[in-house]
């Protein structure tokens, strides 16, 4: 990657880094006017003037997918191709997209231009993406691909602005207004090198046409996707910034920089250039006040730093974020998060006047974000997760409690011997993608390991993360380990939904199954009958919500679970999820059949029409009749298998009568 920073030259000259060489002359940042700019303000001062004193912070940070998060579009930061490329993939008529030199452009249906039928975004908040609820249809069978609305006007704009470059690109195009943006209605899927409609890169209701989100990066993206971010637009609060005359939207670096987790360090550059203080903070090691190391504040207040982005959180109230809109929002590195905003953790603040406030304008608020019991469900929320762990609301010892910090590292360690790219990915410490990662607290567990697992040493199943830390949150269409440390229990499993540890890998085993070995193993009290004696993961994958059914189909393409259950058996319920109405249930599903051994190529497109899925289901079940002999006989009746070895077509109808239609936006 190249950097061009034109706009920092002077100042990066100034504070002592390295000068750099622009690729071709490039207009002065604040000549741009048709998005937000990156301009040097107030204390910050940017990650090129830290380079010089600290080259191999940099390095890493440069390598982290932190710094790619948002990106001015260039031939360097677009991964899709734009030559004269068709994309069908849209929620109405299909977008064609053209290079012009080095800019982007793209022709498509003018979202915000009301056409019959169809509704806008009503609001702009700051604390989460997709807040806006939208025009939800319901029903199954999605419209994907088919225009039911009458023509809306075509548009051309220039693509300005990027979200995203590990796992999907998300395209921000000039309105033409200001620096105001609106949202191409595709995005990029880096991964799998296609385009999907824009709102099915979210589990979202089945049904919804084409959506605006003009306005969202200025006033809600650029939260936790900048550094320093002032939204700068001159509407009164409550309406949309769509409507107004004046949007200044500018943040200190696009991308989440130095200063993002450091706290603005103008100021500590400035007096490390005396080389005397330089020595002799060297010397001390004490720490430097003039800039904030995360790992030196308390559990806490470290894990804040993160939660600033990664947690659920609001605005307390229409002033702050009146505030944040000029000002930037004022928490720094170091602050108590609490004190200027509201962190969403329901078990802790349901009654709290600004939760019931929330909850009154947006009843999903909780329940789109949140499991029964509180635990977060989503992903890039992990910070909600970690503070009902037991390993940090119950350890009174500072050295023994649970922080990012156990596990996570935000730069490379030296001397590691992972490629940049493995770190990255996760930004794990060294080893701790293993049990390492709590055997830092938990020794005796780790020692005594087979005794605990009751599984082989070298097994999955005796993986600490595998059992406390497992699959149950959803996001970027796929799921992530809970970040919240739990085990498992039936009694929990039934109260909330959630699947157990043990049935995300036993998916061919039901939960009476899971409770008398918890009983036998753990001496937990066995569960009284319950559910029908089917497998715990069927049952989900047939009568559950969206969010079980994504869980379950992206359990079903899992390794380890692939080892402890098999695989043939689970061919019909994959081709049963091939048609589910969530367009990301079907994307899961096609993808976890792909990684079995004899569908590497399978030709499957969950956006495509529904007959065509439909004859995707009879391949499936086509090859199905073929492995079928491999099966034991007689058939499992928990895998809804007869004796013979079919699919057990009355009984599975029965359960899938049952599925829980309940619209679900899950808001990651
Ligand atoms: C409350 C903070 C927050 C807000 C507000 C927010 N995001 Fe995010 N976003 C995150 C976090 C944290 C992640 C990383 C999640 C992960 O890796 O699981 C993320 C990841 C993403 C990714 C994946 C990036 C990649 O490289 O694959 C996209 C795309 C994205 N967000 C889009 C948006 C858009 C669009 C908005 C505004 C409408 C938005 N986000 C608002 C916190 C936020
Ligand atoms: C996402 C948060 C984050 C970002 C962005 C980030 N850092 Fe850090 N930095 C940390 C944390 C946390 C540590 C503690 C050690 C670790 O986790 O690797 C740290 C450690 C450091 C240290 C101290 C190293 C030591 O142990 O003595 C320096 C210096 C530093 N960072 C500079 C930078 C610079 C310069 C940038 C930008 C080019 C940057 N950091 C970007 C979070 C961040
Ligand atoms: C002119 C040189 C210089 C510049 C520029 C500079 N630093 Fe430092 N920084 C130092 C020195 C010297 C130390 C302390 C000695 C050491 O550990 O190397 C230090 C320490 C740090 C620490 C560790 C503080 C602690 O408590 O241990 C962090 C974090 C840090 N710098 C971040 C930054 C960031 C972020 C920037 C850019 C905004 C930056 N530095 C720019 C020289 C500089
Ligand atoms: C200013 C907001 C912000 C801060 C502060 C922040 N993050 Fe992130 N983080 C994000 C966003 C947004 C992403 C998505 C980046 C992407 O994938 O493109 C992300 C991605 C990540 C990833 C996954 C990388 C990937 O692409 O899968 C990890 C791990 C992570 N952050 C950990 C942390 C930790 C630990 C801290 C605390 C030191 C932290 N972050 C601080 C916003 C932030
Ligand atoms: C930084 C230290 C630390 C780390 C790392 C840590 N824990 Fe803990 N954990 C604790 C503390 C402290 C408690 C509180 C009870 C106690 O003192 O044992 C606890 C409690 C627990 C409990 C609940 C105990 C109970 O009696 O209900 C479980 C389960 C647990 N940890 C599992 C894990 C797992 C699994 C990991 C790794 C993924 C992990 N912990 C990582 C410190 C830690
Ligand atoms: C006990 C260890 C542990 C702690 C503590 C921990 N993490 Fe993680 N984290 C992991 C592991 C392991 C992964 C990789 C799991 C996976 O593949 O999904 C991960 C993955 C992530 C990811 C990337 C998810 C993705 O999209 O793939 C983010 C973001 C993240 N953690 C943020 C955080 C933040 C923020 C904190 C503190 C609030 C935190 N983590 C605390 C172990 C931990
Ligand atoms: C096969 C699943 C499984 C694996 C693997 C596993 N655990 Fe557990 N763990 C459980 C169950 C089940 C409980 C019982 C919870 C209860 O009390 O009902 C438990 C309880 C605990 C507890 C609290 C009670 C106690 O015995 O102190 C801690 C701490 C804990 N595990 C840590 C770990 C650590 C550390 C590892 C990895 C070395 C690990 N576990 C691996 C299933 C597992
Ligand atoms: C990460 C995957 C994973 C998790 C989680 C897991 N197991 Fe296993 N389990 C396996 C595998 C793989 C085997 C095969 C033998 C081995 O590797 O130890 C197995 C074997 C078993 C067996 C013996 C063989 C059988 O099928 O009857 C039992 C019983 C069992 N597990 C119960 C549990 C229970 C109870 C839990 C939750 C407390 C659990 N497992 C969690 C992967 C897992």
């Excluded at 001062?45 to 380079?51: K, M, Y």
């Excluded at 009301?114 to 939800?136: C, H, K, Q």
């Excluded at 500072?398 to 996570?408: A, D, E, G, W």
């Excluded at 499936?620 to 079928?628: E, L």
Aim: aromatic residues 8%; contains cysteine; glycine residues 8%.
């Amino acid at each position: 990657m190249k950097f061009v920073f034109p706009g920092l030259v002077v100042l990066s000259l100034v504070a002592g880094a390295a000068p750099f060489v622009l690729l071709e002359p490039q207009p002065a940042e604040r000549q741009v006017t048709n998005r937000p700019n990156q301009v040097v303000e107030a204390d910050f001062t940017s990650s090129n003037s830290c380079r010089a004193c600290h080259p191999a912070q940099y390095a890493t940070w440069h390598a982290s997918y932190h710094r790619t998060m948002t990106q001015v579009a260039s031939p360097e930061t677009v991964v899709a191709d734009f030559d004269n490329v068709t994309v069908v993939h849209v929620h109405g008529r299909p977008m064609t997209l053209e290079r012009r030199g080095r800019d982007f452009w793209a022709t498509f249906d003018d979202p915000d231009s009301l056409g019959s039928g169809g509704t806008i975004a009503t609001r702009s908040g700051a604390g989460g993406a997709d807040r806006a609820g939208g025009d939800a249809g319901v029903g199954p069978g999605s419209s994907l691909g088919v225009n039911t609305t009458p023509a809306r006007p075509r548009i051309t704009r220039q693509v300005v602005m990027i979200t995203g470059s590990h796992h999907q690109q998300i395209y921000w195009y000039a309105t033409g207004r200001n620096r105001l943006l609106g949202q191409l209605p595709a995005a990029y899927l880096v991964a799998e090198k296609r385009w999907i409609p824009r709102r099915s890169a979210v589990l979202h209701p089945p049904g919804e046409t084409l959506f605006s989100e003009t306005g969202h990066w200025n006033s809600t993206c650029i939260a936790c996707h900048t550094t320093n971010g002032r939204p700068e637009f001159d509407t009164p609060f409550g309406s949309r910034p769509i409507d107004t005359q004046v949007v200044d939207t500018r943040v200190t670096e696009f991308g989440i920089a130095c200063e993002a987790c450091h706290g603005p360090s103008t100021g500590h550059a400035a007096a490390n250039r005396s080389p005397l203080r330089r020595y002799t903070s060297h010397l001390t090691g004490r720490g430097d006040p003039t800039t904030v190391l995360p790992t030196r504040l308390d559990p806490q207040r470290s894990s804040q730093v993160c939660g600033q982005c990664h947690g659920v959180w609001e605005f307390y109230d229409a002033a702050g974020e009146r505030h944040a809109n000029s000002a930037g929002l004022p928490y720094r590195p170091g602050d108590e998060l609490s004190k200027t905003r509201f962190v969403a953790q329901p078990t802790r603040n349901l009654d709290a006047p600004t939760m019931r406030g929330l909850l009154e304008v947006d009843p999903g608020f909780v329940n789109d974000s949140f499991w029964p019991d509180g635990m977060v469900r989503v992903s890039g929320r992990e910070y909600n997760g970690l503070i009902e762990s037991p390993c940090y609301k119950d350890a009174h010892d500072p050295q023994r409690t649970m922080s990012c910090f156990s596990c996570h590292a935000l730069h490379q360690p030296a001397g590691d011997s992972r490629p940049v790219k493995e770190w990255a990915n996760d930004q794990l410490g060294r080893g701790m993608d293993g049990n390492k990662a709590c055997a830092q607290c938990h020794e005796k567990l780790a020692g005594g390991l087979t005794a605990h697992t009751k599984h082989q040493a070298d097994s999955e199943g005796s993986s600490c993360y595998n059992c406390h830390m497992p699959f149950t949150s959803y996001g970027l269409l796929k799921t992530i380990r809970s970040h919240q440390i739990s085990s498992p229990s039936v009694a929990s499993a039934r109260a909330t939904g959630r699947p157990t540890a043990c049935n995300l890998c036993h998916l061919d085993k039901t939960l009476a199954w899971t409770g008398e070995y918890l009983s036998q193993w753990y001496g937990q009290e066995k569960p009284p009958a319950g559910e029908p004696d089917v497998s715990s993961a069927l049952l989900l994958a047939l009568t559950g919500d969206a969010g079980q059914r994504a869980i379950v189909a992206q359990a079903m393409g899992w390794k380890p679970a692939q080892q402890a259950s098999g695989t043939d058996w689970m061919l019909p319920h994959l081709a049963q999820l091939l048609d589910d109405p969530y367009d990301a249930v079907r994307f899961i599903a096609g993808r976890s059949l792909r990684t079995l051994p004899e569908f590497g190529s399978f030709e499957y497109d969950f956006a495509a029409a529904a007959d065509r899925r439909r004859d995707a289901q009879r391949r499936v079940m086509t090859a199905f009749a073929r492995v079928r002999g491999r099966l034991p006989r007689p058939g499992d009746p928990r895998l809804l298998l007869t004796p013979e070895g079919d699919v057990d077509v009355p009984g599975t109808l029965a359960l899938l009568k049952l599925r829980n239609n309940r619209n679900m936006l899950l808001r990651e």
